[in-house]
Structure formats: C-alpha cells, structure tokens
C-alpha cells in the first residue's frame, strides 16, 4: 500500500455501484487491517456482516426503530422512512463493529481505539481495492432494538457502522488544518540527542500534515500534539519496558459537551494515531503507543499544559531506528459473524 498516498486520496463515499462486494475479499482485507494494528495487550473486537437484503432490512428497521417507535416517528411520512430504508438496501454491504467489554477504563480504550484503528485500516486497503466507505454513527441508532439485532452485551461499546461498496465517483478533497496549528513543543534542552536515534519536529509535522486526513463527522478537528523531547522529561516519561527512547508525542482530544460528538472525536483521534503509526513503519522510524496509567490517576509525570476539556489519547514513543523488536506484540482477535 502506498501509505501516504491512500491516506490523503481516501474519501468517506454515501453512493456505491450496486455490484456485490465478496465476501472473500472483505474478509481478507479485515484480517490484513488487523495485522497492521500491534499493541502489547491482546485486544478484543468483533464485527458482524449484513449482506443478503434480508439482513439489511433487518439492520434498517432496527436502526430507525428509536424515531419510528416514537410519537414523533407517527407524524413522519413513510416516504420518508422508505427512503432511508432504500439507502441501506441500495449499500451492498454493512459492517457493525463492536469493542468487547473490559473491567478497567484503561481496558475498554485500549478495546476502543484497537477496533477504531482497526476501521481506518480497513477503509484505505479498501480504497487500494476500488471499495468506497462511510463511518456512521447517529444517536439515533442508541436504542435497544438496535443492540439487540447487534447482539450488544454488557460493557461492550458499539463503535460504527461501515458502510462498504464499489466507488461511483469519488468526492471532491476537503481542506485540513496544518497540524503546525495544534503543536506544541516541550521545551527542549541543549544536550545532544544519540546520532540517528531522533526525529526532528519538522519529520513529525510532515508525518502528521498527511495523518490528519483521518474521518470525522463535519471534518471537526479535535486533535492536538506535545512533543516532548527534553531529556529530564523524556526520562520521567519513560515506560517500564524501555529506556532509549528520545521523544515522546503526546496526542490528546477535545472533550466535547456532547457526549456522541465527543466519542466520534475520540474515535477521529485513534484514527490520526493510526495513519501517523503506519506513515512512521513506511519511514522505518520506531513507534510504539500506550496509553500510561497517569492518565487514569490525574497525576501528569510532567507539567504538560492541558486543558480540563481535553484528554490524553496516547502518548508515543518515537525514535528514528527500532529499538525494540514487535515480535512481543499481539494483534487484534478477528471475530466476524456473517448475517
């Protein structure tokens, strides 16, 4: 895959050629995306397939169920009702995502941003592959009997639904913000960095000028960056598994008021993560994310400037030559259910 081409050509596609998608094909490309998410925990997520016009009409009723049901839902046209049914029919293909449960917070995002990742790596093998998809998430869809044609069980998180088929046209490019907009740098000391272990600020923002095309409703951007290359700091940073890495990236998110926008935010940030993580293995530099347990403790190792409104998503750590083999690390459990 040509990394950053996909990335910045990728578009979130509502029209599709009503030619099937195949199975075997999917199937492929979302084991290949699994691979390419790497993480040292083992991580749990599981999607569910609709493709028959059955199960399609199924996965529509139940998704417009909460407005349908309501009085509301009684003074609406069925015109109206038939027309959004006839848009889910007329997609060849839904894929529902699902992030299993956890029994700590720490956990659940960890579940969370591994299926999210997991998303956006299938999104652009499949426009290397001519499929067209779109990301969609509704409060509409938080009712019950949406979950229970899912099969959502306790402490499990719904996270989207893919809509997938054959591009028709692909849509014009948006403009994104330059990440030099929401960077911030540590201040950094005058002590060399190892020769060959560092990467420059200007690497990094070239690398993220491209991660932020990740998908977000109404292209929000709630990302923002702290790059942390002051030796004292990287220290107090420093993991327990390591002790040579010569920066750290720090990507947090907007907390949004609402809560729905605020996990689709969420969600674009995992993205982001994701591009800038497959751009770096493309330039051979080492990435490694986690998500420390400070951020869960509120007791921040360095005095790192953030917002109450924000949060920490990851922080990665970034060295220009590997410094550590991923032959310890574990990736995600494919668990697809064809309906």
Not at 7 to 33: D, G, H, M, T, Y
Not at 295 to 302: A, C, N
Request: hydrophobic residues 40%; negative net charge; glycine residues 4%.
């Amino acid at each position: 895959m040509n990394v950053a081409k996909t990335i910045v050509e990728r578009r979130s596609v509502r029209k599709f050629k009503a030619e099937p998608v195949p199975f075997e094909l999917l199937n492929s490309l979302l084991q290949q995306a699994s691979s390419l998410w790497q993480s040292d925990e083992l991580t749990h997520w599981r999607c569910i397939y609709y493709d028959s016009e059955a199960s399609r009409l199924r996965l529509a009723e139940s998704m417009f169920a909460k407005v349908t049901d309501s009085q509301f839902g009684k003074l609406i046209p069925s015109s109206i009702t038939g027309f959004l049914t006839k848009s889910i029919l007329n997609t060849p293909v839904q894929l529902v995502f699902i992030a299993e449960a956890a029994a700590t917070q720490r956990q659940r995002d960890e579940h969370y941003a591994a299926v999210c990742s997991v998303m956006q790596n299938l999104q652009l093998l499949g426009w290397e592959n001519g499929l067209g998809m779109l990301w969609y998430t509704d409060p509409m869809l938080s009712n019950p009997s949406f979950f229970n044609e899912i099969g959502l069980k306790d402490g499990e998180k719904f996270a989207g639904v893919l809509n997938i088929g054959y591009v028709v046209k692909s849509p014009r490019a948006r403009k994104r913000t330059p990440a030099e907009q929401y960077w911030t740098q540590y201040p950094t000391d005058t002590k060399p960095h190892a020769e060959g272990q560092y990467v420059s600020s200007k690497d990094i923002l070239e690398a993220l000028n491209i991660a932020v095309w990740a998908p977000n409703d109404g292209l929000r951007e709630p990302w923002r960056f702290i790059y942390v290359t002051d030796h004292e700091a990287v220290a107090k940073l420093q993991p327990s598994h390591a002790n040579t890495s010569p920066s750290f990236l720090v990507v947090l998110a907007k907390k949004e008021a609402d809560p729905h926008k605020q996990e689709e935010d969420y969600a674009a940030v995992c993205c982001l993560i994701q591009n800038f993580q497959l751009l770096a293995s493309d330039k051979g530099w080492y990435v490694h994310r986690t998500i420390p347990e400070w951020i869960y403790e509120h007791q921040l190792p360095i005095p790192l400037e953030i917002d109450p409104h924000e949060r920490i998503v990851a922080v990665l750590e970034v060295g220009a030559v590997a410094q550590r083999s991923c032959s310890t690390c574990t990736s995600s459990t494919v668990n697809m259910i064809r309906l």
